[in-house]
């Protein structure tokens, strides 16, 4: 079965700092697809970023890149230049086969000015 | 008016009470979703339209009852719910569901509905 997990509760970033969010993942599938989401407090989930399990570059989308090591079945979250607006719940996120999207439990981010 | 809306964003009902949400995609996606999000547990997917037809029901209790008229409408109608299902309610839109293997479906998410029940 597909699993997600992201062990970091809670962060705390410095505005401008860069920050990075764990995610690791748990399939037998070789073919997989591997998301981002950013949840605010208002509760809409916003799409951030996307991973091919056979895209052989890390995925960049703006200030949002991800860090995608097969190997590991690791794929973080790097936020460069952290903003106040960036505060807010994230969620990593995989699809394989024919499995729904499986979510990760989130980390909070906090950005301190 | 673009992306997901969901209507009300807030209820509180009683537990013998009958209420519905609704959601509506103005993206031309043919899949829809509704997920419960309850404090400090993952995203729950509970049900899945593609092209109308429901594709999933993930044991979800029948005090939900899913409705999906067209490609663009779902609504969640909720009956004698239970104090433990209040949460956020989230409805999604994307392309086509289920995805291909590793596909980039990627969901287009409301602002959820948040259901307090007393």
């Known amino acids: 079965a597909q699993k997600i997990t992201q062990t970091q509760p809670g962060m705390f970033v410095q505005e401008k700092e860069a920050v990075t969010l764990d995610c690791t993942y748990d399939t037998s599938d070789q073919s997989y697809g591997l998301f981002w989401y950013k949840q605010p407090s208002s509760g809409e989930m916003i799409f951030l970023i996307y991973?091919?399990?056979?895209?052989?570059q890390n995925a960049t989308e703006g200030r949002y890149s991800l860090n995608f090591q097969k190997a590991r079945k690791s794929a973080n979250l790097v936020i460069s230049a952290s903003q106040l607006g960036d505060s807010a719940m994230y969620f990593c996120?995989?699809?394989?086969?024919?499995?729904?999207?499986?979510f990760g439990k989130g980390t909070r981010l906090s950005v301190i000015a | 008016e673009t992306g997901v809306t969901q209507t009300p964003r807030h209820l509180v009902m009683g537990m013998t009470n009958k209420k519905s949400l609704k959601c509506e995609q103005h993206?031309?996606?043919?899949?829809m979703y509704w997920y419960k999000q309850s404090a400090k547990k993952p995203l729950e997917l509970m049900f899945v339209y593609n092209f109308k037809e429901q594709t999933e029901n993930n044991s979800v209790p029948s005090r939900f009852s899913p409705e999906c008229p067209n490609s663009s409408h779902l609504f969640l109608h909720l009956h004698t719910l239970q104090p433990e299902d209040s949460a956020l309610y989230l409805c999604a839109s994307s392309q086509e569901a289920p995805p291909l293997a590793g596909g980039r479906y990627e969901r287009y998410f409301g602002p959820g509905t948040r259901l307090t029940v007393t």
């Open positions: 996120a995989m699809s394989s086969g024919n499995t729904p999207l499986v």
């Open positions: 991973q091919g399990s056979y895209d052989e």
């Open positions: 993206l031309g996606h043919n899949a």
